[in-house]
């Protein structure tokens, strides 16, 4: 499957329009890393874990929107938009990470 | 030594009634003690710790002496009655019904029945706690989870595989098949592919609210994560058919530079907004 954020694919023919794809994920309100990352805010340094859980979310994302583009029988995904939005929560930092693009089949 | 060795030995029962009655005895005489110099804090009397604990350390002592083994503190539990039944019925020279008097009654069963009072405190209290915040759940989850990256990176040597909870996108496949079937173009590029833009509509915003049910106490964060995707899932798609109708309706067929957004409308409340705007267009297929 290639991905890309552009709007057309250089030196590839582009047959089909399939549809838009999407994928979500979400990083909860999980109390303990939460608080680990609170410290850490507080005495600098990076957030691996934090890094990491994000860097999660977006996999399942492009993830989720990749096996959706399979199922329409496409092989590419053009005009990839990729989001972090805060929705707040109890610890007032869920994020959601979204994905999203214009399936295609090219040659 | 069991209930029948003592009922075939009447001298052993002899002694261990000795015992319990001299461990009551001490008990009431600690208890006498503390009330006659009023040793108190907050109007709660010591005495209501000490003497069952005494009694029992009494009775102990004499039972491991004589006997060489315990019997079970019994005269803790005589007196447990004795200072509830005088301080709270009889006299009540100290106790009144508030929090104080409500944690010094839960100290004196403790003391008397300390068995019952740890299973309720360590089992059921804090079963009850953990249960609400998952921390057996979250535990468990960080050992699995730390296992497995070990057996992936450390003797596969490969990378951690990401496992998706398929029941979260059961309705989101159904609903994106359905969308891309609607004859409608929805396309995240600026130009249409492999069409030609006839008629330009102009801008067109799709949305879609809900609300988060909020929760005082909360049982299970993955469960309320998973609730709040499939709504924002489910929003996503209304938004965007809300769009598609807006431009079906205005003679469009499809919409370019799409873009969707995912938004807190109301900080605290639990409020979101899914908006998908682009620019509607007429699109002709080459």
């Known amino acids: 499957m290639l991905l890309s954020s552009t709007n057309t694919l250089e030196n590839e023919k582009i ?16 109390v ?38 399979e199922k329409l029988g496409a092989n590419g995904i053009i005009g990839v938009s990729i989001s972090y939005d805060n929705l707040g929560g109890t610890m007032g930092n869920t994020i959601l990470v979204s994905a999203y693009g214009t399936a295609i089949h090219f040659e | 030594m069991t209930l029948d060795t003592y009922k075939q030995n009447p001298r052993k029962t002899l002694t ?22 009023n040793i108190a804090i907050f109007g709660w009397n010591l005495g209501l710790i000490f003497a069952p604990l005494i009694a029992g350390y009494v009775e102990t002592y004499l039972a491991l002496r004589w006997l060489n083994e315990s019997i079970g503190a019994i005269s803790a539990f005589i007196l447990f009655i004795v200072t509830v039944i005088y301080g709270f019925i009889i006299a009540n ?59 992936f990176h450390k003797i596969k040597k490969e990378a951690l595989p990401i496992k998706i909870s398929k029941n979260t996108f059961i309705n989101d496949y159904k609903n994106c098949i359905r969308l891309n079937n609607r004859g409608f173009y929805f396309i995240t590029t600026n130009n249409p592919v492999n069409g030609k833009i006839d008629k330009y509509l102009g801008p067109y915003v799709g949305s879609s609210a809900f609300q988060r049910r909020m929760k005082m106490v909360s049982a299970d964060f993955k469960k309320e994560e998973k609730e709040m995707l499939n709504k924002l899932k489910i929003a996503k798609f209304e938004a965007l058919n809300n769009l598609a109708d807006m431009v079906k309706k205005d003679g ?27 620019t509607a267009v007429v699109i002709k297929k080459e």
């Open chain 2, 252 to 278: 469009g067929n499809g919409v370019i530079d799409l873009k969707i957004e995912y938004e807190l409308v109301d900080m605290g409340r639990g409020r979101y907004q899914v908006i998908a705007h682009g």
């Open chain 2, 93 to 151: 020279p100290t106790l009144g019904m508030n929090f104080i008097t409500l944690g010094s009654v839960l100290v004196i069963v403790q003391a008397a029945v300390p068995t019952l009072i740890n299973y309720i405190l360590l089992v059921v209290i804090l079963g009850i706690i953990s249960y609400f915040l998952g921390i057996f759940k979250k535990i468990t989850d960080y050992v699995y989870y730390s296992l497995r990256k070990f057996y």
């Open chain 1, 15 to 30: 047959i089909e329009y399939k549809g838009i794809v999407t994928g979500e994920s979400l990083i909860g309100a999980n």
């Open chain 2, 16 to 37: 261990a009634i000795c015992c319990i009655i001299l461990g009551t005895l001490s008990g009431i005489f600690t208890y006498i003690f503390f009330l006659f110099f």
């Open chain 1, 32 to 69: 303990y890393k939460d608080l680990f990352s609170g410290v850490r805010d507080v005495v600098g340094g990076r957030t691996s874990k934090y890094e990491e859980e994000i860097e999660k979310a977006r996999r399942i994302a492009v993830q989720s929107m990749e096996e959706k583009a």
